[in-house]
């Protein structure tokens, strides 16, 4: 045995060591980071080990290789905590940030902690709000939805893969809320362990509706197992071939799960702006644009003092909703 | 079908993928074997690696599939020799292999380990082969009424520990499932923290991993050094046979199919596991061997029905990844998430998307399982030798293979303290006598079970005729009932045969 621990051990120093050849570039930050809040896999590890790691070395803006780190815990956060309390003046880190950031950020299941305490650098990609219905549900259109949320309640459960009072289960209810539901706390919400696992309860017609993000669900809908009931972004999307927006079916809703970066509050002007053109470079690249439809992720950008707008808005809408909800006082 | 089977050989035998199999298949041993380190870190640890050299989807699975039911091979190696599982699902071979190393019958221990794995491996590949497109309906069809009646019947796994003391055995689950309730409460509005003292790490709740490693491995540290003071260290016996005789072989065979089938159907389920497939399978060939067994004390057929279902519980949860696109655990979960970077798109369209992919996936497991007895046979009487390594070597290396892989899991501080309260709490109930694998199955259980009766409740708005609504939940309900009636039944039988 002691020989494979040996050659396990080898075997993942070797990994470890595994650093590409540094270039001579001048000014360009070496030995950068990117902080997945999250295991591997999932959200925040894609947009650090893909548009992060992968894209930002190949398009030579950054020196050398880009370290990926995963730090899960709280829903990101003690990633969060982390980059607060003891990284904060690192400039060559960069942290994976999404709606759910945001979404918690309000809520304060981060402690204390306030958008204040990062810089918000830039999104790069969208994963728009869907809600979809299985093939055979009498449901047909978002109108016939909500008329069965406030006429039967019962029969309208909806589900989806994130935690009760999360970013899924919001935007549901910001719907029924452009509907004029007055008691949110009506409609009933079941949360799963993930997007395809709560679809299997709509495709077996325990679950009247699924509430998720367009990636989730494109799998489904092209099999026929699922219909659109509504995607909730501003012009359709193209992936989600006819799918009707919810506001052209009269509900202004709008509401995604954007893929984004924020970096240490201490740093200086120059290396946030250093940070947001290397964002903005990535975004702007043909990679980048086969990446990300690959990955199912509608075109969104939104770079600096732009975004940082765009987060506090967005924290201070679900912030409201969740006040009305009962999640947070 | 046939045409298709060789097809996904004809992808499977390509050099690249071939290497791949076997890779994964030997660094899936290795991880198994050692504390703390699963398939899920492995993979994740290894993940930047296929991105690096661009491997396909089909390719990256194979490679994955390979670390996932190796792990399953390795992972009784240092249940059997050290008392101290790999991973929960292996906890279970403990309860029988690690007495029959002591009585000095490791190595057939670790033979039937190999053979039950592999038995248990290929005929579950046949299922899967099969039955995959009508078992993913299973998966679609089990809601949260059916999960948790089915938990309850994994719970009935609890009277198979009577030949003790039963009503340690329950303290022990009751404990695992007092664990499990710790952490923040996903189904309530806001979160709500429960037994987390205030301590802000206990939110995201205990690791079993945590929890196994320090009851196991460090439980069983404590106790070689109490045992050190007081020179009373268990001695053991030296090594017999490598081999074990074929009666007990033809004894164990039917043993490993109703395993097989066992662990394979709930592998398929999204919402179980192997470790609910481990001691469900441990507990039925408890049950039907009856008083002929020595089941508890050392008995082959005690290793063979828990390593047969572990496998063919990981080859079963390939149809729902597959077939569905929807992972059933969470080494699945992240092999799938790899899959999505790598541009899979999730869904029943990943077959016709990826038409590579099931064969040879397929495919591969067939070789990779013939590899892994190449390989794991020969290397019984290799590391059945493990024992004779002095304990005060051995025992050091596990305290520290046991830090390195819990500190791994999460990279928290917090972790290794949780590993060392576990670990008193291990010795404590070794030293009393109550049986640690009850734990793990309530730990398991906990999550799960609460859950799905939340999710259950939720559904039918508080109306309790919900559980025994479907003919699933109703057979379940059957299963159980017999399960719990019939060791009654065959004694009763029993006593009727000697007195008349």
Partial sequence: MTRKLLLLASVLSGFM?????????????????????????????FTCRVPAAQLMQKLNLIDGAMKVVNMSGSGGGKAFSHVVTTRNNDEKLIVAASAATATRLAQKVYGDYKADDVRWVGALGMDYGVIVVSKDSPLKTLDDLVQKFKSDPRKAIIVGGSSVGGWDHIKALLVAKAAGIKNLRSIT?????????????????RAAAFTGDASEVIGQLKAGEVRILAVLSDQPIPALSGAKT?????????????RAFYAPAGISDDAYNYWVSAVKAVAGSPEWTALREKNGLAEFT????????????QIENVAEISKELGVTK | MFDQ??????????????????????????????????????????????????????????????IFYGSQYGNSISSILLNVPGTSSAAVTCIDGHPLARQG????????????????????????????????????????AEYFVLMVCAFTALTSFSHGSFIKALFSAILGLAIATIGIDELSFGGMRRFTFGVEELGDGIDFIVVVIGVFAIGELFLYLSELSSDTVQKIAPLNKVMMS??????????????????????????????????????????????????????????????????????????????????????????????????????????????????????????????????????????AKILLIPRWVLMPLIAILSIVGVYVLNGSEFDLLLMLIFGVIGFIMRKTGFPLAPLILGLVLGGLIEVNFRRALTYSYGDFSTFFESPISIGLWIITLLSLVAPLFFKVLKKGRTQG
């Fill in chain 2, 246 to 383: 074929f009666k007990e072989l033809k004894e164990s065979f039917a043993g490993i199919l109703r395993s097989c089938i066992t662990g394979f159907l709930v592998g398929v389920l999204p919402g179980a596991g192997a470790t609910i497939a481990s001691f469900l399978a441990y507990s039925t060939e408890k049950k039907m061997a009856g008083a002929s067994g020595k089941f508890g004390k050392g008995d082959l057929r005690g290793v063979a029905a828990p390593e047969s279902a572990n496998n063919s519980s990981a080859v079963g949860s390939f149809i729902p990844l597959l077939v569905l696109g929807v992972p059933g655990s969470e080494t699945t979960a992240v092999m799938l998430a790899a899959l999505i970077t790598l541009g899979v798109t999730p869904g029943p369209t990943m077959l016709t998307d990826q038409p590579d992919m099931f064969w040879g996936v397929a495919a591969s497991m067939f070789i990779g399982n013939l590899v892994l007895i190449i390989l794991n046979l020969p290397m019984v009487k290799l590391l």
């Fill in chain 1, 302 to 313: 939104s770079f600096g003092k732009d975004f940082d707008a765009f987060v506090r808005k």
């Fill in chain 1, 189 to 205: 919400y079941i949360p799963f362990d993930n997007g395809g696992k709560a679809m299997l309860e709509v495709i077996s017609g």
């Fill in chain 2, 105 to 144: 019958r490791a190595g057939p221990a670790l033979a039937m380990s190999a053979i039950a794995s592999f038995s248990g491996g290929v005929l579950s590949i046949f299922l899967l082969i099969l039955f995959a497109p009508y078992l993913s309906k299973l998966a679609i069809d089990f809601g949260p």
């Fill in chain 2, 5 to 66: 089977l060789l097809h996904g050989f004809s992808i499977a035998l390509s050099t690249q993928n071939i290497f791949l199999v076997f890779t994964g298949a030997f660094l899936g041993t290795v991880i198994g074997m050692l504390p703390g380190i699963g398939p899920i870190n492995a993979i994740a640890i290894l993940f930047p690696i296929v991105l690096q050299f661009e491997l396909t989807p089909s390719s990256a699975l194979i490679f994955f599939a390979g």
């Fill in chain 1, 246 to 258: 919810a506001k052209e079916q009269g509900y202004d809703v709008v509401g995604g799960n954007w």
């Fill in chain 1, 17 to 45: 060591l595994a650093n590409p050849a540094i270039s001579m570039a001048q000014e360009k930050l070496s030995g950068t980071e990117c902080l997945a809040p999250a295991g591997a896999g999932g959200g925040w590890d």
